[in-house]
C-alpha cells in the first residue's frame, strides 16, 4: 500500500536524528518510470530500538496509567501500553528523516509529495520500506526552436503553459476549407489583410481642457495571419471576423484595449477605424493532446508532462533574460 508522506519543514536543528548516513540504510535506486525515482531502504532494528526509547522517555512524563502517579510508571510499563503507538510514530519520523536526507543526498528536484511503501515493519526486526520520489524530468531544450512569449511581471501560470503548447498544436495543425460553411467561426485559421484608416483620441488642450479629435491614419497595408479569437490582431478586429467569408471587405469601428496601440500617456484612444480584407479561410485539425504527440513537438519530451515541464523552463527562462536585459539597461543608463 502507498501512503503520501508529508516531508516536516522544521528547521534541521529541531529535528532528532536516527539516521547519521543516509548511504548506510540505501539498498537500491532505480528509475521504474519516467519522472519517478524509487528508493530502497534498510533501517536496522537498533535505530529503531534507539529512536523507540527515546520516544517512550518523551511521554513518560505525562503519561497516566493506573496504580501509578502521572509520570511515574516504569519504561517497561509504558512501552507495554505505548509501545504499539510510539512503534508507528518513529516509523514515521524515520521515513520522513530518509525522505529530506535522499532528497538533498541525490538533489532530487521534487514535483510531488514522495509516497512510501511498507514492506515490513515488525517490533525488534529491522525496518524495510520503498519510497516513489516524483521529479522533474530531465530534459535539455533549445530555447531557438520555439517563438516563446516572454512574460515580464507575475509568476508563470498553468495557462501560460497551456498558451504556448496551443500554439505548438496550430502550428502542426492540418489546414482545410470549411465543409458545409462559408462563414468565419471563432478558431478558423484566417489570412488577409488590414489598414488603419482613423483614430479618434481624447487629449488636453492648451488650456487643460479635454477635447476629442479624429486623426486620419495613412498606414500601408499588411498582411495578416490569425487564429480567430486567439490571434495576433486586436480583439475588435478578431470579432468583426466571425461571421465574414473569404472573399469580404469591410470596415470596422472599435475601442481598442488598453495596451492595444501604444499612445502618449495623457492621450486616451476612444476609437479605431480599419480596413480588413478576407483572403483564405481554413478549419483546423489540431493534433491531439497525447503522450505519443510530445516527442513530435519536442524530440527530448517522451510524456506529455515532459513537454510541460519544458515549456515552463522555457518560460521562466525567456523571463529570467528579459529581467536580466531590464537590470543591465539600468545599469548601462546610470
Known amino acids: 500500500m502507498l501512503l503520501k508522506v508529508k516531508v516536516s519543514k522544521t528547521k534541521k536543528e529541531n529535528i532528532v536524528s536516527f539516521i547519521k548516513d543516509i548511504d548506510e540504510v540505501i539498498l537500491n535506486v532505480s528509475d521504474p518510470e519516467q519522472c519517478v525515482k524509487k528508493v530502497s531502504y534498510q533501517i536496522p532494528s537498533a535505530v529503531l530500538e534507539e529512536a ?47 525522505v529530506r536526507k535522499t532528497i538533498e543526498k541525490l538533489n532530487l528536484d521534487i514535483l510531488n509529495r514522495p509516497e512510501f511503501n511498507i514492506v515490513s515493519a515488525k517490533e525488534k526486526e529491522d525496518l524495510l520500506f520503498e519510497v516513489n520520489y516524483f521529479v522533474k524530468p530531465d530534459i535539455k531544450v533549445n530555447y531557438d526552436l520555439f517563438e516563446i512569449p516572454v512574460k515580464e511581471e507575475g509568476e508563470i501560470t498553468d495557462k501560460d503553459v497551456d498558451d504556448v503548447i496551443w500554439s505548438f498544436r496550430v502550428a502542426q495543425a492540418t489546414k482545410k476549407k ?78 481598442p484595449e488598453k495596451d492595444d496601440i501604444a499612445h502618449k500617456e495623457d492621450e486616451e484612444i476612444k476609437q479605431l477605424l480599419y480596413s480588413v480584407e478576407v483572403e483564405q479561410v481554413f478549419e483546423l485539425e489540431l493534433p491531439e493532446l497525447t503522450d505519443d504527440w510530445a516527442p513530435k513537438v519536442m524530440p527530448t519530451a517522451k510524456s506529455l508532462l515532459d513537454l510541460r515541464m519544458a515549456v515552463r523552463d522555457m518560460l521562466e527562462a525567456k523571463k529570467k533574460e528579459a529581467e536580466e536585459d531590464v537590470l543591465m539597461s539600468i545599469i548601462a543608463n546610470q
Open 178 to 255: 470549411p465543409a458545409l460553411r462559408e462563414d468565419i467561426r471563432e478558431g478558423d485559421y484566417v489570412k488577409g489583410k488590414i489598414r488603419a484608416e482613423k483614430a479618434w483620441i481624447v487629449s488636453k488642450n492648451e488650456g487643460g481642457k479635454k477635447e476629442e479629435k479624429e486623426l486620419a491614419l495613412t498606414n500601408q497595408w499588411k498582411e495578416f495571419e490569425t487564429v480567430v479569437g486567439r490571434g495576433p490582431l486586436m480583439k475588435g478586429i478578431e470579432n468583426a471576423l466571425i461571421g465574414k467569408k473569404a472573399g469580404d471587405k469591410f470596415q470596422v469601428k472599435f475601442q
Open 52 to 98: 523507540l526509547d527515546k520516544a517512550l522517555r518523551r511521554i513518560q512524563p505525562s503519561v497516566e496509567i493506573k496504580g501509578f502517579r502521572k509520570g511515574k510508571a516504569p519504561l517497561e510499563i509504558v512501552r507495554k501500553n505505548y509501545g504499539a503507538k510510539a512503534h508507528r510514530e518513529v516509523i514515521q519520523e524515520v521515513v520522513q528523516e530518509a
